[in-house]
């Protein structure tokens, strides 16, 4: 089993930074990538950023030009910068990780999920 365990969200102001972090532990082979969502009640589970083992960084729409993703893959840990918060972005991020368990017989590749961390832009 692996443990995903976020940090760093809270509230801020709008035009405010905030720096998510999410670190993962137990059973893990190989990471492939991590990444945030967010969720507002009655709503989808939207993509904010991806971070890949290669480097590769995906961001959704509404984080291009205010956010940044990184994975520090010796730490198991993705960050998430997020800079010229609106409200709008208000949300429960969840961190999530592409992780290759060992198993008996080899690796199996399974999508994990923490239990997210409440962001909150207000005046």
């Known amino acids: 089993q692996v443990k995903l365990v976020e940090s760093g969200g809270g509230f801020v102001q709008p035009g405010g930074s905030l720096r998510l972090s999410c670190t993962a532990s137990?059973?893990?082979?190989?990471?492939?990538?991590m990444a945030w969502y967010r969720q507002n009640p009655g709503n989808q589970r939207e993509l904010v950023a991806v971070?890949?083992?290669?480097?590769?960084?995906t961001f959704g729409d509404s984080a291009k030009g205010r956010f940044t993703i990184s994975l520090d893959i010796a730490k198991n840990t993705v960050y998430l910068e997020m800079n010229n918060l609106k409200p709008e972005d208000s949300a429960v991020y969840y961190c999530?990780?592409?992780?290759?368990?060992?198993?008996?017989?080899?690796?199996?590749?399974?999508?994990?999920w923490g239990q997210g961390t409440q962001v909150t832009v207000s005046s």
């Open positions: 137990g059973n893990i082979h190989t990471i492939h990538d």
């Open positions: 999530s990780a592409r992780v290759s368990e060992p198993t008996m017989i080899g690796t199996l590749e399974r999508d994990f």
């Open positions: 971070a890949s083992r290669g480097g590769t960084t």
